[in-house]
């Protein structure tokens, strides 16, 4: 397993709720992948491979666009990179090479977006390997890029509760002032969703700054979730922000795919200027529309992983749209309520409050986008009558056996579930950290419904989503287990 849990083949077995991190492909994605991988071998030999992955490359483009239902919209851009942070990295990249003043990057709290996000936005290598396979130094200046300021702001108070929308929306509100102020260019980054389910800031706050500061401002939308719908895709690049989505969360696709949507007006102007050659080990010149000057920049290579793994979550996005909204909604509520109310009434679990989703000032019409689909929670058992909360490397490892099959290790003298939940294999959110509780830092797990079970849910003519809704409670059955101590911790297996 990779280091998010995720095997690279199918495991149809997997209790798979942990969508907000990362998923493991599905049959349909392994297949859909497979079969243009012997495509792409039987073309082997006819003409050269940088040949080829532009040309599949070119496919795959034209069909997401035409999945988030933008494809009309004039002048949109589709870029491909490997991550979500790789996307951050190129979008600020872009932004201070048109720039005529210093920019500076706002964003949220890096805990609810990724650790390695300030580092990307910031012009600095966030890993020892980049995309294209180079080795660098972790942290140090990209060569040929510019450096930004970023500047950060928590959406969480010290214990973990959502800090109001309106004390958010005022923070960003005076630093892109203050910045504007100062001669600077902002480049500000407004998460939708975040790894606990946020948004921020609101999307009212940051049309107002754009509208206010139309020259000096430029946005973002981390969407690296694509938790939400072509209606709120599109109203996004109306407004001329930037979105960033990968399909290896909701979407369930392989870890390691991302696209950045630009909008038509935002193309344009950045594609007059000369193409940033801090982009070289981590973008190839098929990855960029044709109409980019990446000649003599990027290299004309493939990069049949990034294809591959974008085939497989097209395959997702396919069945997803195949679903009608009608059926969509009713079971995102039932799953929604049906979670919240076992979390609330669970000893062993306490659910973190997650606001309700508002887009108003962005669209007025809702779409299933606008319902809680990740569920944070923290873990706290009672011992000898008091109840303290996990910490967080208790947190980690209870993540960790819940993707085990501990039926050789249950402990049958205990109170607890019973041994066919043990033999289950559950895969939750990664632990995230969130604020202290006296005085001890904890983490949330995240509880994650998808686009792969929405599907599931909605076939056999809709009677699926009783299954799904049973396998989550089945999921959380084992995480509070395992926080009674009613599986034994003595011989567990560490891999």
Known sequence: MNRYGCRPYPDPQLLAFGSSTASVVSTAGFAAAEHLRRRLLLNAGSESQAVTYARELERVRRELLRLCAVSDLPGVDLVFAASGTDLHLIAAQLVVNDAVQPTRVIMVDASETGSCVPAALAGRHFSSRVALGDTVSEGAAIRGGTEL???????RDSDGSARPAAA????????????VALGQHVLLILVDVSKTGLIAPTPACVCKLRQRFAKNVDVLVDACQFRIAPTTIRAYLEQGFMLALTGSKFMTGPTFAGALLLPGTMARRLRRQTFPAALKSYSTQADWPKSW???GVLDR???????????????ELRCLRAVPEAKITPFLHDF???????LANDACLEPLLVPAIDRRALISAHSWDH???????????????????????????????????????????NIGPAADIAVLRCQLGQPVECGTRNGRPVSALRLCVSARQIVAATAQGGTGGAAVIAQAMAALDKTAGLVRRTITSSGMPRK
């Open 301 to 315: 290579t493939a990069n049949y992983g990034l294809l591959l793994r974008w085939e497989a979550a097209l395959q």
């Open 293 to 295: 000057p990446t000649t």
């Open 371 to 413: 319902i809680q689909t990740i569920f944070p929670f923290l873990l706290h058992p009672e011992r000898d009558g008091a109840r303290r909360h996990l910490s967080i490397s208790e947190t980690q490892e209870v993540y960790r056996l819940l993707q085990l099959d501990l039926s050789n290790h249950f402990d049958s003298g």
């Open 168 to 179: 958010v929306d005022a923070d960003v509100e005076a630093l892109v002032t203050t910045a």
């Open 336 to 342: 929604a309520s049906a979670v919240q109310d076992r």
């Open 149 to 155: 300021e970023v500047t950060t702001l928590a959406i």
